[in-house]
Structures are given as C-alpha cells and as structure tokens.
C-alpha cells in the first residue's frame, strides 16, 4: 500500500473507533475500556463486536489510564499506543474494503 493509503486507512479507523466508542459511552454512561459491560463472557457476539469496532479506543483509554495510575512503564505504554495504531489500521483496511465491494456491487 501507498503511504496516502495507509494515512487514509489510518483515519478511517480511527474514525470509526471513536465513533463507536463514543456511542457505547453514551449508551452506557461510563468511560471505555476493556472490561463491563463492554467485554463479557456472557454476551460473546456484542462483545466481538464492541471489541472489533470500538477496540483502538478501548486498548488507548486503557493505557492512558494506566500510565497516568502509574501502573506500566513508559515503553509498554509506547506498545500499547503502537497496538492500537495497527489495529485502527487494519480496522480501517476492513472498513474501506467493504464499501468498495458495496459500492461495486
């Protein structure tokens, strides 16, 4: 891929993140992260989905949160924030290329 593509790809998925992400905070009423009643082992189909959809967001407030109570170091931080860049990349990727094959059909 070209560097505008992933730039593109990028912004997409990050995009969409906080977009569900956001949402699922308005409907719930608290903060994002990787836990209840975002996560559950009850309900595995809309926890795939919260995790798949809101999952950068969710993996950076995390570490935000746990950078700031002092509870990892800077170079898992640095991880962490790289983990999410990649998956809001892929997300992005996977996102563009079902509007395409929407758009085509």
Do not use: H, K, Q
Not at 2 to 18: K, R, Y
Not at 31 to 42: K, Q
Not at 67 to 93: K, P
């Amino acid at each position: 891929m070209e560097p505008v593509e992933l730039a593109f790809a990028l912004m997409c998925g990050i995009t969409l993140s906080g977009l569900a992400g956001t949402l699922l905070e308005l409907v719930t009423g608290r903060p994002l992260s990787f836990s209840e009643p975002y996560l559950s082992p009850r309900r595995l189909v809309r926890s795939f989905l919260a995790a798949a959809c809101a999952g950068p967001m969710m993996l950076a407030n995390d570490a935000l949160a746990a950078r700031r109570a002092g509870d990892i170091s800077i170079g898992y931080f640095a991880f962490c924030a790289a983990t999410s860049l990649i998956w809001a990349v892929a997300l992005g990727i996977t996102v563009i290329g079902i509007a395409a094959r929407l758009l085509v059909a």
